[in-house]
């Protein structure tokens, strides 16, 4: 019913910037959308979340102060600005719709995107 589609992923060098898109079509009008990363043999992690209105933010610990979520014109777009890049940033970015809430934890997650790959080479 609704389709996420991440774009932006690439390889890049520590220290460096890199900006993800989620574009989401099907009915999202009043959830709040989320980026979660997963690297392997790791569990998938928390990075941000954004309500609809857009003010509403929260980040994960390990991100904070370096990723900035933000929502698009229209609300259908949800960006992720990933500044300072570490090599442990490295992993699978996957944006989410949050239907009922605005979580923090996968299973609160209604629609997933396929992820896109963000690698950092030290």
């Known amino acids: 019913q609704v389709q996420l589609v991440e774009s932006g992923g690439g390889l890049v060098q520590a220290g460096s910037s890199l900006r993800l898109s989620c574009t989401a079509s099907?009915?999202?009008?009043?959830?709040?959308m989320g980026w979660f990363r997963q690297a392997p043999g790791k569990e998938r992690e928390f990075v941000a979340a954004?309500?609809?209105?857009?003010?509403?933010?929260y980040y994960g610990d390990s991100v904070k102060g370096r990723f900035t979520i933000s929502r698009g014109n229209p609300k259908n777009w949800v960006y992720l600005q990933m500044n300072s890049l570490k090599p442990e940033d490295t992993a699978v970015y996957y944006c989410a719709c949050d239907t009922l809430r605005l979580g923090r934890t996968p299973r609160e997650y209604d629609y997933w995107g396929q992820g896109t790959q963000v690698t950092v080479s030290s």
């Open positions: 954004i309500s609809w209105s857009g003010s509403l933010t």
């Open positions: 099907g009915r999202t009008f009043g959830s709040a």
